[in-house]
């Protein structure tokens, strides 16, 4: 199923959209959706980058701590 919605598009970024469709000869709503889906990939790929890098944070100390407590520990015994 596809929505359809309208959309302002600056008048530089028409106008290269325009010259590109033209030479790869796909349509506009193609590759506008191409683009769209690129940019949510994109975006997802960045979201998790955060998430993984917060949750990074918040187990540094700890791992510092335990990895700390290791080089003190005594393996002679």
Partial sequence: MMKTISLKIDDSVFGETEKILARIKKPRNRYINEA??????????????????????????????????????????
Avoid: C, G, H, P
């Avoid at 889906?37 to 975006?43: G, L, M, S, T």
């Avoid at 998790?48 to 005594?74: G, I, R, W």
């Fill in 36 to 77: 769209i889906e690129f940019y949510n990939k994109v975006q997802r790929k960045q979201i998790l980058e955060k998430k993984l890098k917060k949750e990074s944070e918040l187990v540094q100390a700890d791992s510092m701590s335990v990895l700390k407590d290791f080089e003190e520990t005594d393996y002679a015994d």
